[in-house]
């Protein structure tokens, strides 16, 4: 038998059952509470040099800061992890599967949230459509759009890699990783060295996490400053607590790179299967002038029909009431099995507010677009669906 596989394995097991015995009795506890509600750093048990670290909650000196509460975000406590200060990326795979690309463009036009970077990327899934294609040329044509409508201050694309996924070692160890460079991953380690642990780079994905996981290989300490908003994997059915299910949707075409995430970040997780935020073609063409932009619009969201489908890790940003509740978890020791923690680095979506979020994705369109507030309907006013 590998002593080192052996011990890790039994050092694993003892942090999920740490994990779980932090859902008991937390009155007969004499260990302080941290600022975030959970236990402090010296509970939460650490690597060692001598075995493979990835079975452990990451300490909280890896990872960046959330910003003081807001009791007026509307959030549930300790749920918020943006601010106006924060600079954040958008990484994607193909734009036209849903809206969300046209609600971050708006965004940094309205000088709501700071967008310092926009990255394109996709792994070959075999899933069919759009995402089995290169999103980089696609997503000039969404940023061209957005300008020739007027969003300034929409960063050029940058192209994360298509194609390749990471590939986990025999060794199971993480920095064995042979690495896909990217200038995607390039640009996520520049700008995390920009960021501070007290004012964080936030990357917000609605697909394959590969660049952030590649520029983690290139620069493990980027996780002292990068807090990440994810649209992955499905919420588990019929299960005593909420479970996050991970080999679903794209996160079968790198799921080596979710786990490198998932196991070293402070991560916001949002299941692909609740409450996305409601945007309809109808409140489209009500509510939006005609455009480029408009138009591809209206070719898009075949995701999931009425709804931005990777809309929710991104309304959250300017809208932290869009997260009715969570739940915190961590990474089991082996695969991509979640285990329930209050300590955890992982906060997982368990109801999200899709009506809120639908009328966030308008409020900030409408701005960017300069629509007065009392302007009326864009369609044919017997048309319904007004504003």
Known sequence: MDFRKWLASNVGLAVVLSALSGCGDEESSDKETSKEGGTPDSTVPGGDAGFDANVFVPPDNNLPDLPPIDNDSGAPPGAQFFAKNNPFIYLNDWPDSVYTDAYIYALAANADAKLVGVISNGIDCKCGAGD??????????????????GFANVPNNTSGGFGAALLRPASGVIAETVRQPTAGSALIVAEAKKASKEVPLVIVSGGPITPLADAYLADPSITQTIVVSWLAGTLKKNTATPELSLTTDYMVGDQWAAE???????????????????????????????????DLLFQSGYFQSGRDGDGAPAVTINFPAYMKSYTRISMAPMGLETVPNPAGNIWLLTKGD?????????????????????????????GGCGP
Do not use: H, M, Q
């Open 132 to 149: 089995n294609k290169d999103s980089s040329p696609r997503r000039e044509e969404w940023i061209s759009a957005a300008r020739d409508a």
């Open 260 to 294: 490198i995430v998932l196991r070293n970040f402070r991560v916001f997780v949002y299941p692909t299967d609740l409450d996305p935020p409601i945007v309809t073609e109808c409140r489209i063409d009500s509510d939006l002038p005609p455009s480029w932009l408009k």
């Open 354 to 382: 899709a009506e809120g979020g639908g009328e966030e994705f308008f409020r900030e369109l409408r701005k960017a677009y300069k629509v007065p507030l009392d302007a009326g309907s864009f369609k044919n006013p017997d």
